[in-house]
């Protein structure tokens, strides 16, 4: 969500014909931070308090800095109120929306991280062009359009 200008702008001759070629989405979670469990603190537990990890804490640092961690904020609570899902499934149904996706890397430890994961599925065919543009809205990155080859565009919630 935060990481888009090579992907949507950069490769965007290789989704269009003659290459047609699929992608594939790693760290969908920016490694947690866009789980929202990082809000407000570093729990106790959790991979930033693993050691090795402090370029992940660094990181943090600078999303909170750069006002990112404000942005997971407003995108936790539109997950959570309107849409009714979590962070987690938000920023994966979101990729699942995007026609250039072909797949999305998961990286759960553990069965319940796995299962909430999947529920982006359910949570995607839901998400309206509406709830899309409020997720932009947030995020206020949007990269300009790919003015070459080709065309951009997020995709239909019927095609799930």
């Known amino acids: 969500m935060f990481h888009r ?3 949507e702008q950069e490769y965007a001759p290789m989704y269009q014909p003659q290459y047609n070629m699929g992608t594939t989405i790693w ?30 804490v660094q990181r943090l640092h600078e999303w909170r800095s750069e006002g990112k961690i404000e942005k997971v904020r407003r995108l936790t ?4 109120g309107k849409l009714e899902c979590t962070m987690t499934q938000l920023a994966i ?8 996706v072909t797949t999305v890397l998961l990286g759960a430890t553990k069965p319940s991280q796995l299962e909430e994961n999947l529920g982006a599925i359910a949570v995607a065919r839901r998400m309206t062009a509406e709830d899309l543009a409020e997720i932009e809205e947030v995020l206020a990155n949007k990269p300009a359009p790919y003015s070459g080859y080709g065309g951009t565009g997020m995709r239909s919630m019927s095609s799930l």
């Open 5 to 7: 200008e090579r992907f």
């Open 77 to 80: 609570a539109l997950a959570e």
């Open 93 to 100: 149904a979101w990729c699942l929306l995007n026609p250039k």
């Open 27 to 56: 760290s969908p979670l920016a490694s947690g931070l866009l789980t929202g469990k990082y809000n407000n603190t570093i729990p106790e537990g959790s991979r930033m308090t693993t050691p090795g990890m402090n370029w992940l």
